[in-house]
């Protein structure tokens, strides 16, 4: 199954195409606040490298939340942009649920922790029963470092920016019968790879995202907020509009362009 999968909920933007397990192309980088400006040049370098195009994909797959609030808008309004113009099938992958997949199949269990504002993180706990199935043994929450460590009560692996940043923060709540280790440094960014892996189960198990599906915010933003009081359109949907259009409008220069090549090789013959 080849896929383009996409992960925008923290400042590291990460976007991958796959072909069932291989990883055909992977575009990773700081993006800062810039991933509407980032997101669709790095896929097209991705399309450019592999030599595939969005027509010859089975699927798409995108990093929910939590995370960044414009990130994530950014990630699920391009990625529902592509499937409206291609009607491909799109899986969404929660953002800690993806991040354990970075250790897949791991023995003991795994706590991804990502920043959140005002000095709280976002995190779960995930257990692997076998290498192809993960459960979540705590739920994402959001809070401080200190009701974190009140929740893990035995040997757990720590795994992600929001750990590397309130690791000591975690640590000076802990009770002393609860042991952390870190994960390995390759496992404590996020990974379209690992997004996208996660997201091909749910594909292939027909679990795909409907019509009304929004990001996993786990608190609400200021624009939510306001978008909510105003009745307005959401930045998703705007989003979502444009990216249709512009790959509409690629797409028609294509067609064009193999319509011209269809009448010059009929002239040429003739």
């Known amino acids: 199954m080849k896929i383009l999968a996409v ?33 669709l040049p790095a ?5 450019a490298e592999s030599g595939l195009s969005l027509k010859q994909l089975e699927g798409l797959v995108v990093s929910i939340g939590p995370g960044s609030f414009t990130g994530l808008r950014v990630g699920l309004a391009t990625m529902l942009g592509f499937r409206t113009i291609t009607g491909l099938p799109l899986a969404v992958v929660p953002t800690l649920e993806g991040l354990a997949w970075n250790l897949r199949g791991a023995s003991t269990p795994l706590c991804p922790v990502l920043s959140s504002r005002r000095d709280e993180v976002y995190w779960a706990v995930f257990r692997w029963v076998t290498d192809n199935l993960i459960e979540r043994v705590i739920p994402e929450q959001v809070g401080p470092p200190s009701t974190l460590a009140g929740m893990l009560a035995g040997p757990t692996v720590m795994m992600g920016q929001g750990w590397e940043v309130q690791e000591a923060a975690i640590r000076n709540s ?21 997004v996208g892996l996660a997201g091909m189960a749910r594909l292939r198990s027909g679990d795909v995202a409907g019509l009304g599906i929004s990001p996993l915010y786990i608190q609400q933003s200021e624009a939510e907020l306001k978008y909510e009081q105003s009745g307005g359109v959401s930045p998703v949907a705007r989003r979502q509009e444009r990216v249709a259009k512009k790959l509409g409008a690629r797409m028609a220069r294509i067609r064009v362009g193999e319509s011209e090549r269809r009448i010059r090789t009929r002239g040429n013959k003739t």
Do not use: C, N, Y
Not at 15 to 39: C, T, Y
Not at 43 to 47: G, R
């Open 7 to 39: 992960d925008t909920a923290t400042p590291w933007q990460s976007v991958a195409i796959l072909d069932d397990q291989r990883v055909v192309a992977r575009r990773d980088q700081d993006a800062g606040r810039s991933h509407s400006k980032l997101l």
């Open 43 to 47: 896929i097209d370098e991705l399309f």
């Open 174 to 194: 802990l009770a002393r019968s609860v042991k952390l280790t870190a994960a390995p440094a390759h496992a404590m960014k996020p990974s379209a790879v690992s």
